[in-house]
């Protein structure tokens, strides 16, 4: 089993290339678990197509004791097993906390035994890398971290924090920083200022994804464009970055 997070400033399009990925692989036969870590709690939300999946947090507040796997994780029509992590009541209590909670309740239940899936993404806000937001990178979760960055200011300040989070835990013996995916906004220069930010992080950029329309058009309809559009130029664009994330394991 091989994990993977998923890191990036919130709105950059983390999730949509996150379910993407998983999408792709999961058309190639890997068996997928993705788990968003956002309280948002919408990672998942184009593999189940609209549908919003109970979290994790609010099963065990209904469910308490009597709480079972079936109540934490959905699978997707093809094949990719969704779970939300959630987050407290908006002004009360700590979303990293509630990061952590579902993660143990998981490996209390045994969800990885009983799956046994290939790979397992963790879709990762990365605007404030601290306490639960960290727990990929530090709880020895994620073999790989990833980073969605575009040429937008913001993006790659909070990229570079990300990988300041990586490598202070790194000596540790926790997860490696994998690279950069540009998630192009239209910046001008952005490869430019991306592959800079790459040099200055000792990483590399893995994929260029560009703007393309398709994808908006593909969450419209609650898919992925691997589903949408899965002849498009834009799902083999999801589909060769799945083969990178892969060959860098």
């Not at 540009?182 to 001008?188: D, T």
């Amino acid at each position: 089993m091989k994990k993977i997070a998923i890191y990036g400033k919130g709105g950059i399009g983390k999730s949509t290339t996150t379910s993407n990925i998983s999408a792709a692989l999961s058309e190639k036969g890997y068996k997928v678990m993705q788990i968003g870590c956002d309280p948002k709690s919408d990672s998942t939300k184009t593999l189940m197509h609209g549908r919003k999946i109970p979290t994790v947090l609010d099963q065990m507040k209904e469910k308490g004791e009597n709480i079972e796997l079936e109540d934490l994780v959905f699978e997707a029509s093809n094949g990719v097993l969704c779970v939300e992590a959630g987050g407290p009541t908006p002004g009360i209590g700590c979303a990293g906390r509630g990061i952590i909670t579902a993660f143990e309740k998981l490996e209390d239940l045994g969800a990885y035994e009983k799956f046994k899936p290939d790979i397992v993404f963790y879709d990762v806000l990365g605007d404030v890398v601290c306490g639960g937001f960290a727990m990929p990178i530090r709880g020895g979760y994620a073999d790989k971290v990833f980073i969605v960055t575009s040429g937008e200011m913001m993006a790659m300040y909070a990229a570079s924090n990300i990988v300041s989070a990586i490598n202070n835990f790194g000596k540790r013996g926790y997860a490696k920083y994998g690279g950069l995916i540009l998630n192009s906004r239209n910046v001008e220069n952005e490869v430019g200022l991306v592959s800079k930010l790459a040099e200055e992080t000792n990483g590399s950029i893995i994929s260029i994804l560009p703007r393309d329309g398709i994808v908006q058009q593909a969450e419209d309809q609650n898919r992925t464009v691997i589903e949408s559009f899965p002849k498009a130029d834009m799902a083999n664009c999801y589909r060769e970055l799945a083969e990178q994330v892969i060959n860098r394991l």
